[in-house]
């Protein structure tokens, strides 16, 4: 075991009141499973952990826990931390990995949920401990949606992803790969099929355009795209990358360790303006990643990109570069509303729902980015918990409704 991890859960102060635990999304009770982890009790610390996030193990690497739960740790006044993260991991890392999930006895209704991201995850893995069927619908040949496509490998090793599916399947979970529910298969095919409900968690997998003359160009390449598979990628010697957030971060830092030797991100604000999390361009900076700010590109061309000054100069000029990469966001692919009718929209493409998923369409579900928007693992756990809520409060319903 690794002394750091028991060194640092000793420094825990066992708070009566624990900011870390109400700084956390999904309240993961911190003094307890600290508690229960120095107690030698390491299966219950897992149990407990699992219970409340079924992602525990992904959320305890990838979370911004200095925004979080460490963020709100009294140890900060004086000093650093507990390394509530480093802990989380070492306990649900070992939980995962020894537990065998025994399939439930069967309730009778089936969920249908479509794309395996957080979102899709945590509400299977909720769903199906229940006892409810579920069948996951995934257009990749694996489950983990942005986790498995969107965060670099460095970040997020794929074999805890690999872990989660085989543990999906234990409790009874099916996995139908390569395959898009929109356009050839429908929303009222799947409750003509059976279905009880559906869940629509697909993600933002549509990048948003600069609209500036040069995206064509086949130098030009989106942020998200190149995330799924960076091996195939010819860069070249130097990259400039156009964004300001966690994507145009890990883009830079997955460039660099595919050989580029000068990566830069531009960009038209500074650093205190930057969306991406201070940990990530903390992170960029020490893998060697380049800062160009107050830029603002006006066009790109197959030598570099053209730019106006935004310190107040106007100035314009450009800057050399192989390749570009533009990370501005994404968008929810439009496949399902397109070929689907009653599912409402907002201006920007994300899904409507109320503050449980419920979209405006019965029997429809939905959370996670597409419905909010690029966030964080565990705010997408958060809200697929209360989805499995409004989801079980459908099924009574429809229940007292056959009985009445």
Known sequence: MNKYV???????????????????????????????????????????????????????????HEKHCEGHC????????????????????????????????FTGKNIAIIGSGPAGISLAFIMAKKGHGVTIYEGNDKI???????????????????????????????????????????????SRDGFDAVFIGTGVWSPRKLNIKGETLGNVHFAIDYLKNP?????????????????????????????????????????????AEKHEIECAKIDGVKFDFFKEPVELTREGVKYRATDGSETEGFTEADSIFVAVSQAPRDLIVKNNKGIEVKDN????????????????????????????????????????EAMEEYFLKQYATVNS
């Open 144 to 190: 983990g949606g942005v986790l498995r496509y969107g965060i670099p490998e460095f970040r997020l090793h794929k074999q805890i992803l690999d872990t989660l599916s085989i543990k999906l399947q234990q409790l009874g979970v099916v996995i139908r790969p390569n395959i898009m529910i929109g356009k050839n298969l429908t929303l009222d095919e799947l």
């Open 74 to 105: 009294v140890l900060n006044k004086k000093g650093a931390p507990v390394s509530v993260g480093s802990i989380e991991n070492y306990i649900s890392d070992f939980y995962i990995n020894k537990i065998h999930f025994e399939k439930p006895a």
């Open 6 to 64: 028991i060194d640092n859960a000793r420094t825990c102060l066992g708070c009566k009141r624990p900011s870390c635990q109400k700084g956390c999304p999904v309240s993961t009770p911190i003094p307890e499973m600290i508690k229960l982890f120095l107690a030698g009790d390491i299966k219950s610390a897992g149990e407990m952990l699992f219970a409340n996030n079924p992602l525990s193990v992904v959320c305890s690497i990838v979370c911004p």
């Open 349 to 388: 493409g994300l899904l409507v729902t109320d503050d449980s998923g419920r979209t405006t369409k019965e029997g429809v579900f939905a959370s996670g980015d597409v419905v909010t928007g690029a966030r964080t693992v565990v705010e997408a756990v958060s809200f697929s918990k209360r989805v499995a």
């Open 231 to 275: 091996e195939v990628y010819s860069l070249g010697n130097k990259v400039i990358v156009l964004g300001a957030g966690n994507v145009a971060m890990d883009v830079a830092r997955t460039a660099v360790r595919h050989g580029v030797r000068e990566v830069v991100v531009m960009y038209r604000k500074d650093e205190e303006h930057m969306s």
